[in-house]
């Protein structure tokens, strides 16, 4: 697993896309998906009418090769629902050891208090090996702002 912390603007969304240029291939599934969206799709999923059923989805981003997820946000408030469903995607990799990259500007505190100390624990694990922390400390792009 690999997790990008930074504020704002420092590019963690650069190198996630970088990653899925450089790991791509003829026989590899990699999938990039932004949090919001991913959650909303699931969501909508359950609608009699929706274009994909929960399983399909979920199955497309679990059994992905590599997963990329965008935007772990670390403001607001998560319905149990939607805690459950990053607890679910980003354990099952983490104890399968298939890869994932997971770009938040949050921290230890945020992420547990919004998402869940489970989900804190498995991103921000430094010591086992499973995961490579990286805190990118460049300024925005957009502002030249370092966000502390």
């Given amino acids: 697993g690999l997790t990008l912390l930074g504020g704002p603007g420092c590019g963690k969304t650069h190198v996630l896309e970088a990653i899925a240029h450089a790991v791509r291939g003829p026989k590899k599934a990699v999938r990039y998906v932004f949090v919001p969206d991913f959650l909303a799709r699931l969501r909508a999923s359950f609608d009699p009418e929706a274009e994909a059923r929960y399983e399909e989805l979920w199955d497309s981003w679990a059994e992905a090769d590599v ?8 403001s607001g408030k998560q319905t149990p629902w939607s805690v459950g469903q990053m607890e679910r995607i980003i354990d099952g990799r983490y104890r399968r050891g298939v890869p994932y990259a997971v770009a938040t500007n949050g921290t230890f505190e945020t992420i547990a208090q919004i998402w869940g100390k489970r989900v804190a624990d498995r991103l921000l694990d430094s010591h086992s090996g499973a995961v490579r922390v990286v805190f990118c400390a460049a300024p925005s792009y957009r502002t030249g702002r370092t966000w502390q």
Avoid: F, G, S, T
């Avoid at 997820?69 to 670390?74: A, G, K, P, V």
């Fill in 67 to 74: 997963l990329l997820l965008d935007d772990l946000m670390d």
